[in-house]
């Protein structure tokens, strides 16, 4: 079992490897890195000698996948790699919980309003309680079920007047 | 040009490729709103529920193709096939018709989904089942913001009620087929790898109920329900949406950018 946001490989090889995949930002939301996000799942090197990362989507027709793929290639290629395979895993599927502590806070910072609380049923049913990253205030409203991107919905704060992203819970 | 046949298909890929076109299909279909959506909101939320459906069928073909092994890829079945190859329920190929029409479709649809990606995510394949775990979560959204539509039209003006019980009366028909199961889908079923999903139908009955009665809408009265995409036999609509989706790889075979 990984343990987020740490290093799940075993070899020096494979950490050093890691670290260079880790280093890959996701495109669309540039401060947080594959890591963050928990969209890299794993590297590892196969019996072949050959570096094969694990990257999951978040949503299944997330646009950025292509682009993450590409760039966990080539980055690991930059770091000296030279037989290198990208990996879509699907399974166990992707949720907020695997955003990484120090994701939500980056997501905070840069105006986006991170996933509240555990997934569930409730949290895709229920009111969700968002907190403007702006001004902090909970006094917000929901305007629109989707946002710029698969993984965002559109918010806006009643005290401070700022519409918002939010990170959907998933 | 390669002719390509799925009546000798394995049960699997049969099962595989009916939910990959059904997706497809649909989000195609969405996907003709970008642009022209009564508001930017919802041309955002089409395109992303599009963006949904699409990723899943990308998913669902590419397991259709290994499952198959003869070398089709997720391009092949989308691009290279004509409509009597195609699988998919009626119900997605119907036009958009105005905004009444696309949602009360995704709202008939999303509610029998939700359900059934549940069921699948404990299938004893397991590749079906994790493609169900992620389309899961997404189908709950999509059901949720097309039900939410279906009770503001319903519950809105004169001529929003109007429409929505009128985009009601010309799908309805269509929503028997989604209930259907064939030997393909029994013997999947037997070795607990397909949905029995005539057990879904009192959930999807229960949906439906709960959000017409705060839309006000009736439920129509047992209509004859129309049938066929599955074994191929479609509408004259799915040649039109298929003329568009496929055009670039008829016009130039094996294009790529």
Known sequence: MQTHGSVPAHSELERRAWKAAATVTDPEIP??????????????????????????????????MNMIAVSVDVALRNAGFSDVKVNTVLSPAWTTDWLTEEGRTKLKAYGIAPPQGQTGRHALFGQDDVECPHCGSHETERLAEFGSTSCKALWRCTACGEPFDYFKCH | MTTLHIDDASPLVLYTLRLADNALVLGHRLSEWTGHAPMLEEDIALANVALDLIGQSR??????????????????????????GFRNVLLVEQPNGDFAVTIMRQFLYSAFMLPFWRKLMGSADERLAAIAAKAEKEAAYHLRHSAEWV???????????????????????????????DDADRALVERGIAVDVSALRPEWERTVDEIFAEAGLTRPADVWMQTGGRGGRHSEHLGFLLADLQFLQRAYPGASW
Do not use: K, N, Q
């Not at chain 1, 890195?33 to 050959?50: H, K, P, Q, Y």
């Not at chain 1, 990362?53 to 299944?60: E, G, K, L, N, R």
């Not at chain 2, 004169?158 to 009128?166: K, L, P, Q, V």
């Open chain 2, 59 to 84: 998913a669902l073909y590419t397991y259709a193709g290994e499952a198959e092994g003869e070398g089709r890829d997720e391009d092949a079945f989308a691009y290279l096939r004509d409509a009597e």
């Open chain 1, 31 to 64: 401060v947080l890195t594959i890591a963050d996000l928990g969209v890299l799942r794993g590297v590892r090197v196969d019996d072949a000698g050959a570096v094969v990362a694990d990257i999951t989507p978040t949503y299944s027709g997330c646009p950025a």
């Open chain 2, 151 to 181: 009770i503001r039209l319903g519950d809105g003006t004169e001529e929003s009620h109007e429409r929505i019980t009128d985009a009601l009366a010309d799908l309805w028909m269509f929503t028997g087929e989604l209930f259907e199961m």
